[in-house]
């Protein structure tokens, strides 16, 4: 279930997914896209690279591996390219997570996770590298990111990086709010530029 959740300061473990060029069907292949609501989508995020041809799961594949876990993606260069299925950004919603680590993201992606309460942290391609070796090191290692202050840091070495976030966006994601929401908060203020615009 997608919820909309306040953002401030996130402190987490992290699931690697060192790949270039993720696209949209592989977060969440066409076949699962006939529900026209959010719910359920996160059972299939990355199905099938989580899933063999008997629907067992893949051993190997990094959602089945124990020892990584956590609300942080770290994603190779080129998150969610293809197509501009917002079922994508539902699924990595749904599957619990709330930041995407990568050093490129698909514009259309990159805002359809925003709508959906999920933040997409783009970095250096250094930063980016070194985190990925800190979690292989150590499945452990936790990051912070603050969204007041638009910082991530590797708290394994103390790295840190500033990020970008639409402002609009940002007040959003830090109060909770979807667009409609944003709407209705501000009816009042609507109704009077509409009086004194006629």
């Known amino acids: 279930m997608i919820m909309k959740q306040k953002f401030d300061v996130i402190i987490s473990t992290c699931v690697p997914l060192p790949l270039e060029n993720v696209d949209t069907d592989q977060i969440i292949p066409a076949r699962f ?66 930041v995407v680590i990568s050093s490129f993201f698909a514009d259309i992606h990159r805002n359809n996770e ?12 250094s930063f980016l590298g070194n985190l990925f070796a800190s979690i292989e090191k150590n499945p452990a290692c936790e990051v912070k990111v603050d969204l007041p202050q638009q910082k991530v840091t590797n708290l394994d070495t103390g790295e840190a990086e500033h990020f970008e976030i639409n402002a609009y966006k940002k007040h959003c994601l830090m109060a909770g709010l979807d667009d409609i929401d944003y709407l209705v908060q501000n009816h009042d203020k609507i109704i009077e530029w509409e009086r004194r615009n006629k």
């Open 33 to 98: 896209l006939k529900a026209t609501d959010k719910e359920g989508f996160g059972a299939h995020l990355f199905h099938d690279w989580r899933y063999d041809e008997e629907g067992k799961p893949v051993q190997d594949f990094i959602l089945n591996n124990r020892q990584y876990g956590g609300c942080i993606l770290v994603a190779g260069k080129n998150f969610g390219s293809g197509s501009s299925r917002e079922h994508a950004a539902w699924a990595i919603a749904g599957y619990g997570f709330r």
């Open 114 to 125: 925003l709508n959906n309460f999920v933040l997409p942290v783009m970095v250096s391609e």
